[in-house]
Structures are given as C-alpha cells and as structure tokens.
Nanobody, 137 residues
Framework: EVQLQASGGGLVQPGGSLTLSCVAS????????MAWVRQAPGQRPEWVSS??????YYSNALKGRFTISRDNDKNTLYLQMSDLKPEDTAAYHC????????????????????????????????WGQGTQVTVSS
C-alpha cells in the first residue's frame, strides 16, 4: 500500500524554524516528483513547494523562507521552514506526482481521506492527517 508519513510539525513562535519530513513507502519514491501542500482548517489547500526532476519550485509567497529537498536513499522528502509566520499555520502534507498507482486503486485504498489539489496542469493527491504546524506566540 502507498504510504506517506509526514512528521516534524509542532508549535513554534513567530520567526521560528521547523523541518518537516515525509517518509514514503509502497512506491519507487526516487522516480516521482514530490510536492508539499498545506491546508488550514476551513481553508482551501495551498501548494507550498515541489521538487520536479530534482529542481525545486516554490510558491511566490513563500520563496526565500522555505527549502524543499529529498533523500531518495531514505525515501524521504523534507521541507525546511524558517521565519515562520502565523499564516503558515496549517496541516502540511506531501504528495507524489503522478499518482504511484492508478487513481481508482488509490481511491479504493484511501477512501474519503483522499484529497486533490490542482497545480497548473497537474493533479496532486494527498491523504491522512499530515503534520500540524502552529505558529503562535
């Protein structure tokens, strides 16, 4: 089964830093582009960053504060976040592109927990609780 386990979130003061990790299993992680997506309660999901063919891309609003990276030997995606702001508060999820298994099978595995975000011409699918980042004094 395709699994993505995000961790590293927590409560941090404004201006602080965190590094998130996402460990993947059940698919050939190193051959997939990956993205970070965040979603605050009651808000639409928001694209944070992607790493496509080894090249990083960032939301313009976040560029300069966040750094995406990956370790394919560890099947792990990272997001280093600095100068955190209260508006960064959200659940952070990672998502592969394309879906590692047929979408119908992914929907069968994840059920109603499966969520979608369109980023340009790409559909990213993610699921689970993600890792919660709360920026507050």
């Amino acid at each position: 089964e395709v699994q993505l386990q995000a961790s590293g979130g927590g409560l941090v003061q404004p201006g602080g830093s965190l590094t998130l990790s996402c460990v993947a299993s059940g698919f050939a992680f190193g051959t997939y582009d990956m993205a970070w997506v965040r979603q605050a309660p009651g808000q639409r999901p928001e694209w944070v960053s992607s790493i496509n063919n080894g090249r990083p891309y960032y939301s313009n609003a976040l560029k300069g504060r966040f750094t995406i990276s990956r370790d394919n030997d560890k099947n792990t995606l990272y997001l280093q976040m600095s100068d955190l702001k209260p508006e960064d508060t959200a659940a952070y999820h990672c998502a592969p592109y394309p879906t590692p298994i047929p979408l119908r099978e992914l929907k069968s595995q994840k059920g109603t927990a499966l969520r979608r975000l369109q980023i340009g011409a790409r559909e990213y699918f993610y699921w689970g609780q993600g890792t919660q980042v709360t920026v507050s004094s």
